[in-house]
């Protein structure tokens, strides 16, 4: 009997939480995967389990949604066009994509600046005159120092 009134409760919270009919509810309760069901219970613009259920298909069928990388996860959608591997794994890529999933993420550092010398910072930081003298072997006449 406790078991019925759980049930009847989950039921009804469904209904009202979702603004679904009955046996929507209850397909939706007795989905045989609960990753799948608590996936559908997120579409609150679709008001029936049929409706859900088709959409949920159609996205996971779609190819920009299927895993491209199994290392990093990343999916055919989020393939970076610029680099060589074109997946997450790229961590020196610096277009726009991989910046775009680090924002996402949280992967990274406020003070890591893409326009600037790498070593010393010049040319970054908002100074695009900066000027890099890592690398400044050479006196005003050319010859080595």
């Known amino acids: 009997m ?3 009134a759980a049930k009847k409760k989950k039921l009804a919270d469904l209904k009202d939480r979702l603004g679904i009919k009955h046996a ?3 397909s939706l309760l007795d989905h045989p995967d609960a990753d799948e069901r608590e996936t559908l ?3 609150v613009d679709i008001n029936t389990y ?17 895993v491209f990388c199994e290392d990093c996860g990343w999916t055919g959608g989020m393939a970076c066009p610029e680099c060589a591997k074109g997946c ?4 020196e890529c610096t277009g ?3 910046a775009e999933a680090r924002a996402a993420t949280g992967d990274y550092d406020e003070d890591d600046d ?4 790498q070593e010393c910072g010049a040319g970054g930081g908002g100074d695009p005159y900066g000027e890099c003298v890592c690398y400044d ?3 005003e006449d050319g010859q080595a120092a």
């Open 96 to 98: 726009w994509r991989h």
């Open 41 to 43: 219970a997120e579409y």
């Open 88 to 91: 997450g794994c790229e961590y």
């Open 137 to 139: 072997d050479y006196d």
């Open 2 to 4: 406790p078991k019925m």
């Open 24 to 26: 929507c509810a209850l």
């Open 114 to 117: 893409p326009y600037g010398c």
């Open 50 to 66: 049929r409706e859900a259920v088709d959409y949920l298909r159609q996205e996971q069928n779609d190819p920009r949604n299927q």
